[in-house]
């Protein structure tokens, strides 16, 4: 099947750092990408979508200066937290739609944790 | 409202049958799915019904949909230790494929 891979796996940042997080499909192209993220013992919740091409569309509450969404190619989009805080550490998982209606591809997950 | 509700653990002997229990809320839900999460992975789609469906059953999985009750079951048959993981029950509505409203995981915690 098709693979979604993201980078780094995990990382620790200081606040009031930015990280960076990318999001790659490995062996399909992807016009439209989507993050979320996933507290611990809670469900994933959809923060952007990510369009190639053209600006990210953000969910409700999600500040779109604070997460940066770019995605600069058919394969790439990067997701940067900028001025983390501790209350940014979470898990963040990206994910591509496959070829069907319902297919949707999920990389194995970015744990950001800010100190 | 939006919620998908799940318990949030379930325990089970290697070789029984696992069942993990979903409801949602949204009728116009188009498709709902079944995703696996092993411990600091991403999520692995294990299997998805089409709204119109009642069952749909894959190898040792079979799904149940009761769209009356909203209700959405997940059994595992001859269950195994690999099978120790957290279940997202999810529903997606046509038209938007990324958003994907998820319930809070089960924990599957498989004894041998």
């Known amino acids: 099947g098709a693979v979604v891979s993201q980078h780094p796996s995990w990382v620790i940042c200081k606040s009031g750092t930015s990280v960076k997080i990318e999001c790659r499909s490995l062996d399909f192209q992807a016009t439209t990408m989507f993050w979320y993220r996933q507290f611990p013992k809670q469900s994933l919740m959809l923060m952007a979508t990510?369009?190639?091409?053209?600006?990210?569309?953000?969910e409700q509450g999600v500040e779109k200066d604070k997460f940066l969404i770019n995605h600069a190619s058919l394969t790439l989009s990067t997701l940067t937290v900028t001025s983390a805080h501790p209350e940014d550490s979470s898990f963040y998982i990206c994910?591509?739609?496959?070829?069907?209606?319902?297919?949707?591809?999920f990389g194995p997950g970015t744990r950001l944790t800010v100190t | 409202g939006e919620d998908v509700e799940q318990s949030l653990f379930l325990s089970v002997r290697e070789g029984d049958s696992s069942v993990i229990n979903c409801t949602y809320t949204?009728?116009?839900?188009?498709?709902l799915y079944w995703y696996k999460q092993e411990p600091g992975a991403g999520l692995q789609l294990l299997t998805y019904i089409f709204s119109n469906m009642d069952m749909k059953q894959d190898q040792r999985l079979t799904v149940l949909l009761n769209k009356k009750d909203k209700h959405l079951s997940l059994r595992i048959a001859d269950t195994q230790t690999g099978d120790s993981a957290i279940y997202f029950c999810a529903e997606g509505r046509r038209g938007s494929q990324g958003n994907l409203i998820f319930g809070k995981g089960t924990k599957l915690s498989v004894k041998p």
């Open positions: 994910s591509a739609p496959g070829g069907g209606t319902y297919e949707q591809y």
């Open positions: 949204d009728s116009s839900s188009t498709y």
């Open positions: 990510s369009n190639e091409g053209s600006k990210a569309t953000y």
